[in-house]
């Protein structure tokens, strides 16, 4: 039986566990051969329908998953251009992962020709201008200028912070994005907790193998990154699966 799906599966695997799946599915070729036997004596096993049913609903809920990351990019698209750079008072060059200027997506936004921005972060700002204490009272007029432009320029930012604030908040709810990224993690988690399901039920065939196989290679792909977070454990699930598959095989015969 081809096996282009599962090996598509393994792809990005930690080692360890894609040599296990791999040893697996060799043994689990001669299972299969014992099954094709049993088979035509009239005693063919068969498949989970819980494994199965849940089968059948992966292209759904991967396509559910596809058209809302769709909807995200077009309103990204859509939006770009009304889309405000953050005020120059509030950013600063070489932002992070944290605290870097984003679009209205939500990712991270670098202007052209600049390194991502940091923009600075509106509560911090409020926690300046609240906490801010009197000098001592013997303090210079020096110091006390210093500290009168520091505290006008905080005061100042704390505006220019909120304003930037409400009105990308406002772009986010008007152009529907904010419902959009809450119907993709929804389809997201739903996604994920049918690959879930399906790993963890039991397969008796090699049609089993190939549906949670299918599983995992359908979730990375429409994640579009090349291995999720549950990669690890799932990927150890198919291994143990074929491994079981191969051993009962093995006993038959």
Known sequence: MPNTTVRAAAEGMPEINRRRMLLGLAAASTAAATITVASAAGCAPVENPELIRLGNQLPEAAAEYRAALEEIEWIAAEWKHRWPLAPDEITMPRGNYIDGERDIAGRFLRRPGEELRCVRD????????????????????????????????????????????????????????????????????????????????????????????????????????KYPLDGELWAAQLAASVLQLASEGDASA
Do not use: C
């Open 122 to 225: 509106v509560r911090n700002l409020a926690a300046i201008v609240a906490n801010e204490r009197p000098l001592r009272h013997n303090a210079s007029e020096a110091m006390r200028a210093r500290r009168a432009a520091w505290l006008a320029r905080a005061k100042r930012e704390l505006k220019i912070g909120k304003l930037y604030k409400v009105q990308t908040t406002r772009l986010r709810k008007v152009s529907g994005m904010d419902m959009a990224k809450a119907r993709a993690a929804a389809a997201k988690k739903s996604l994920s907790d049918l690959v879930t399901a399906i790993m963890e039920q039991s397969g008796t065939t090699m049609e089993g193998m190939l549906i949670k196989a299918q599983a995992v290679t359908t979730f990375n792909k429409a994640i579009a990154r």
